[in-house]
């Protein structure tokens, strides 16, 4: 009994983990964009009983009341508008993502997405796993010239502040798993990031440090019975990444967000080595993502527990966990993959995950 405990980790994250999105269904784009939401909740139901049934603890909606993992959130929050994407750009598509830029004062005025929460959480026994995109993301792309505020101080109070009411919100909806998303640390590990940060006017230097303190400012107050879990990565749509570049110039930083667990991308050498889990500290969990979300080719099991006793050199082996290095589906396009490719990697997750643990 105690081995199957610490399999399961009884509470998040998981052992077997995975950062959200699935590939959506065929004709749920359209359905959404008639405003089909019997067509939605139906996909809901029946993604929600596939990841149950091979096995899964943290069940998600595969972000299927969504279009996009960040701007269905943020353009929600008052002050917020959306813009066509200057760059830097991601490569081996033409389509690129709009870009969310802050034009007035800053508010979580109504609530955002808490209905998808509620209905997620009518639909599952297991523990119901929500996904919204970190504060970093109201600043990143645009940087200093897309945020109208005169006093910059004053923004990242008001991004604090908007998030804690979110927070605050989908906990009262009974949500105890929150991950937010953040591409920022990660994408701020690529040098030609940081010269664009220094176009739009910021500091690429401190902006990890900034980051981490409004992430920690907008957990004040949480729950103590919520996890909230931070995912990182270089970029995922379509397949297509942006960013390059090891966690080292931003490792001290992130891991001082005040986040429990910590989501982070390892599948490609673009994510450098585990020498940056010598930060972690005490206590806090890292969810390895050593599975690919991007290609189709499934790893090797004795692969995967290499690469796993290699990051038990930095953190223990008893607050390490498995999962996809991204999600399947960042937006509604999908990866350039298969619904059998998906699957099979979030099976071979658990097969790993129960191999390592037990």
């Known amino acids: 009994m105690r081995r199957m405990v610490a399999f399961a980790a009884m509470k998040p994250p998981f052992r077997a983990d995975h950062v959200g999105s699935l590939l959506r269904p065929a004709g749920l784009a359209e359905a959404r964009k008639r405003g089909d939401r019997a ?40 002050g917020v508008r ?38 997620l959480k009518s639909v599952t026994k297991k523990t119901a796993k929500f996904t919204i995109p970190s504060p970093s993301m109201l600043h990143l792309r645009a940087g200093r010239a897309g945020i109208a505020y005169e006093d910059m101080e004053e923004f990242w109070s008001d991004a604090a502040a908007a998030y804690r ?17 953040d591409v920022a640390f990660a994408y701020l590990c690529d040098a030609k990031i940081r010269e664009a940060c220094r176009r739009n006017g910021d500091d690429p230097e401190t902006l990890p440090r900034r980051y981490a303190q409004t992430i920690s400012k907008a957990l ?8 909230v879990a931070m995912h990182t990565c270089r970029g995922n749509f379509k397949s297509a990444w942006v960013a390059a570049g ?49 290609v189709p080719e499934l ?33 509604h396009h999908g990866n350039r993959l298969s619904q059998d490719d998906q699957w099979r990697k979030l099976e071979r997750v658990i097969e790993v995950s129960r191999e390592t643990w037990r």
């Open 220 to 227: 004040e107050g949480k729950p103590a019975g919520m996890t």
């Open 82 to 119: 959306l813009r066509e994407n200057p760059g830097p750009i991601f490569g081996g598509t033409e389509e690129q993502p709009p870009i969310p830029i802050v034009t007035g004062k800053l508010r979580y005025s109504r609530p955002v997405m808490i209905d998808d929460f509620a209905f």
């Open 165 to 181: 009411a979110a927070i605050k919100a989908f906990a009262q909806a009974g949500c105890s798993y929150l991950q937010l998303d």
């Open 39 to 78: 067509f939605q909740e139906k996909a809901i139901l029946e993604v929600v009983a596939r990841q149950e049934a091979i096995g899964l603890e943290g069940i998600t909606d595969g972000e299927f009341s969504r279009d996009w993992w960040h701007l269905d959130f943020l353009s929600q929050l008052e």
């Open 299 to 331: 790893e090797a099991k004795d692969f995967l527990k290499k690469r796993i006793h290699e990051a038990a050199r930095y953190v223990a082996l008893e607050n390490l966990c498995l999962s996809p290095q991204c999600g399947f589906s960042s937006t």
């Open 246 to 294: 090891g966690y080292e110039p931003v490792a001290e930083a992130m891991f001082a967000s005040g986040v429990d667990a910590f989501f982070m991308e390892f599948d490609t050498e673009r994510a450098g080595g585990f020498e940056p889990l010598r930060y972690v500290p005490e206590g806090k969990q890292v969810v390895l993502g050593l599975v690919s979300s991007k």
